[in-house]
T-cell receptor, first 113, second 115 residues
Framework: AQKITQTQPGMFVQEKEAVTLDCTYDTSDPSYGLFWYKQPSSGEMIFLIY??????QNATEGRYSLNFQKARKSANLVISASQLGDSAMYFC??????????FGTGTLLAVQP | NAGVMQNPRHLVRRRGQEARLRCSPMKGHSHVYWYRQLPEEGLKFMVY????????ESGMPKERFSAEFPKEGPSILRIQQVVRGDSAAYFC?????????????FGPGTRLLVL
C-alpha cells in the first residue's frame, strides 16, 4: 500500500492565484513528520515546509502553508500568489522509523502568465 | 555556511565499471541519508548513516551497492559493476540530529548514466 499518495500528476495555475497540491499519507505510528520539497527543472531538492504530527497549528513559511487534517491523514500544500518561478515538481514526504523519508510520486506544477 | 555538497554532479560509466559518489554533509551535521531517483519517479530511500555506523540500509540493493561514512571525510556511495538500470539521480541529504523535527537538507545530486 502506498504510504504517501499524490493524486495530481500535473496542475496548472494562473500567476498570482493560489493553488493546493494534495497529499495523503498512511501510517500507524503516532509520531511522524510531513515535509514538502520542490524540485525545479535544474534538479535540486529544496525544502519548503514541515509539519509534525503533534503540532496543533498548521505550518506556514512565507507563501507556503500546509493544510494538515490529521483525521483525514492529509497534508496538502497551499501556495498563495503563485509566481512563474514556482513552476516545478513538488514532492510530499513522510518521515518514519529510523528517520528515512518516504516520498510521493510528485505533482508537476505549471504557473501560467 | 555551505550546504550539502555532492560530487561529481554528473558521472558516466560503462557497464561493469565502478561508480563512486561522494557526499559532504552540511557543517555540524552528523547524519547522512542516500536516496535514488529513477527517471520520472520520486525519491526512494537507500541508506542512513552516522559517522562510522550504518543505521538503516533497508533500501539498499542486496548486491553491488555499499555505503560508508568514515570518521574523517565524505560519505561514499559505491556501486560496483554498474548496469544500465543503475542510471538515476542519487541524492544525499544530511541532518544535525535525529528526531521527528529534524529536516533533511539535500545536496544537488549526482546524475549517473551507465552506457
Amino acid at each position: 500500500a502506498q504510504k504517501i499518495t499524490q493524486t495530481q500528476p500535473g496542475m496548472f495555475v494562473q500567476e498570482k492565484e493560489a493553488v493546493t497540491l494534495d497529499c495523503t499519507y498512511d501510517t500507524s505510528d503516532p509520531s511522524y513528520g510531513l515535509f514538502w520539497y520542490k524540485q525545479p527543472s535544474s534538479g535540486e531538492m529544496i525544502f519548503l515546509i514541515y509539519q509534525g504530527s503533534y503540532d496543533q497549528q498548521n505550518a506556514t513559511e512565507g507563501r507556503y502553508s500546509l493544510n494538515f487534517q490529521k483525521a483525514r491523514k492529509s497534508a496538502n500544500l497551499v501556495i498563495s500568489a503563485s509566481q512563474l518561478g514556482d513552476s516545478a515538481m513538488y514532492f510530499c514526504a513522510m518521515r518514519e522509523g529510523t528517520n528515512k523519508l518516504i516520498f510521493g510520486t510528485g505533482t508537476l506544477l505549471a504557473v501560467q502568465p | 555556511n555551505a550546504g550539502v555538497m555532492q560530487n561529481p554532479r554528473h558521472l558516466v560509466r560503462r557497464r561493469g565499471q565502478e561508480a563512486r559518489l561522494r557526499c559532504s554533509p552540511m557543517k555540524g551535521h552528523s547524519h547522512v541519508y542516500w536516496y535514488r531517483q529513477l527517471p520520472e519517479e520520486g525519491l526512494k530511500f537507500m541508506v542512513y548513516l552516522q559517522k562510522e555506523n550504518i543505521i538503516d540500509e533497508s533500501g539498499m540493493p542486496k548486491e553491488r551497492f555499499s555505503a560508508e561514512f568514515p570518521k574523517e571525510g565524505p560519505s561514499i556511495l559505491r556501486i560496483q559493476q554498474v548496469v544500465r538500470g543503475d542510471s538515476a539521480a542519487y541524492f544525499c541529504a544530511s541532518s544535525p540530529l535525529t528526531g521527528q523535527q529534524e529536516t533533511q537538507y539535500f545536496g544537488p545530486g549526482t546524475r549517473l548514466l551507465v552506457l
